[in-house]
């Protein structure tokens, strides 16, 4: 089976043009070392980039890198037209039996479903959802992002679902559905734990309304005499400049808070060898990589009881739920977890088994090829 994969090289969301190589996120690079372990199927792997980059040949024995030079014309501003073109000629060449888009975020979807192929979309984050969750204004970059991900997902042959909560979101428009949760790095596997003195809370994500930082902070603060703990902040600041600077301004005044800017993932799994918790309050997630890395890595998780968290997490086995829109919620959970160091490790214990079964690379990816064969059998 050949099978052409477009996702983002990160190097073109950061500008870092000058890497030896292309960074993907998590969860699509984590697909591709599911794949790299199926050596009779072929994968090109697509990313459009607006600057020259180096291109390895290969990144796996059975999988390809093309890196596609598209003039910023022809990006969000124009509805990716530029991309999906230079995608389309690059098809023409490969001839590819299926075209998966991973997210909906930016130009993959559209290049998958103006391909003419075969073709299926992930959704990973609801762009729709997320739009209303943060209130995002007329013609921002999360309205136009909502508005190509309904057009976008109805042309698809089918939606690949990373959590059930997707699945109800896009049953409606979407021809097809099938629910497979993301892949973890195998590396997360790996870790050897050793937790600090201090009790180190992580709170890993973007730094917005819809991740809830601030509520984080504020349901905190009565406790953190009592227990003594570190908190500490992880993610990329958002275009939200009212919100981003109230969680600063809570954070420079509070000794036992800390802001540490994005993280790559190497760095990621520091942190995660020395935390106590991962703590997620957000109000609106599908099926955050964070919390599927904790559970890999060992790391006891309280997440908020929205969207398809609930699927990963189950309250009292395998991590704790809270509700993010309340204090007492959050802080209790934060609490639980700081006074029962058996508890903790029971949690942690039953969560690192469920992701051995369910988020392995090699699992997901047989799933998805799964996927492919049927959507390719149905347009035969």
């Known amino acids: 089976m050949k099978i052409a994969l477009l996702t983002t090289d990160n190097r073109e969301n950061d500008r870092r043009y000058d890497l030896p190589g292309p960074v993907f996120g998590t969860a699509p690079e984590a697909l591709l070392q599911g794949l790299a372990q199926w050596p009779e199927v072929e994968v090109h792997v697509l990313s459009c980039v607006q600057s020259a980059v180096r291109v390895p040949e290969r990144i796996a024995p059975n999988i390809w890198f093309h890196a596609l030079h598209v003039p910023k014309i022809g990006w969000l501003r124009t509805g990716y037209q ?3 073109r230079a995608v389309r000629r690059k098809l023409r060449v490969l001839r590819p039996q299926i075209v998966h888009g991973q997210g909906t975020e930016r130009d993959c979807a559209l290049g998958a479903v103006f391909s003419s192929l075969p073709n299926v979309v992930t959704v990973h984050g609801n762009m729709r959802l997320i739009a209303q969750v943060n209130r995002a ?3 921002s970059y999360q309205w136009l992002a909502a508005k190509l991900e309904s057009f976008a997902v109805p042309r698809s042959d089918g939606v690949v679902c990373i959590s059930h909560y997707t699945q109800m979101a896009v049953r409606a428009g979407a021809r097809r559905t099938w629910v497979v949760p993301n892949a973890v790095d195998h590396a997360f596997f790996q870790l050897a734990r050793a937790p600090e003195a201090t009790p180190l809370i992580l709170c890993v994500g973007h730094i917005q309304r819809r991740k809830n930082q601030i509520a984080l902070i504020r349901a905190l ?3 953190v005499e009592r227990r003594g703990f570190r908190l500490f902040f992880a993610g990329s600041l ?3 400049p009212e919100y981003v600077a109230e969680f600063k301004s ?3 005044a509070r000794s036992w808070c800390e802001y540490g800017g994005a993280v790559g993932r190497e760095e990621l ?5 020395r935390a106590t918790a991962l703590a997620l309050p957000s109000l609106e997630d599908n099926c955050p990589m964070t919390v599927l890395e904790a559970m890999a890595a060992g790391v006891p998780v309280l997440a908020a009881r929205v969207g398809g968290v609930p699927e990963l997490v189950e309250h009292g086995v395998t991590g704790l739920l809270c509700e993010p829109t309340v204090e007492e919620s959050l802080r209790e959970g934060v609490e ?3 006074a029962d160091s058996n508890e903790r490790e029971r949690l942690a214990q039953s969560a690192r088994r469920r992701a051995e079964a369910v988020f392995r ?3 997901i990816a047989g799933r998805h090829l799964e996927i492919y064969r049927e959507v390719i059998r149905g347009r035969s």
């Open 336 to 338: 639980r977890l700081l």
């Open 269 to 273: 799994r520091h942190w995660f060898v």
């Open 250 to 252: 809570l954070v420079a």
């Open 361 to 363: 690379p090699a699992a």
């Open 238 to 240: 958002s275009d939200e």
């Open 137 to 139: 204004p007329i013609f």
């Open 221 to 223: 603060d009565p406790l």
């Open 82 to 84: 530029g991309c999906i």
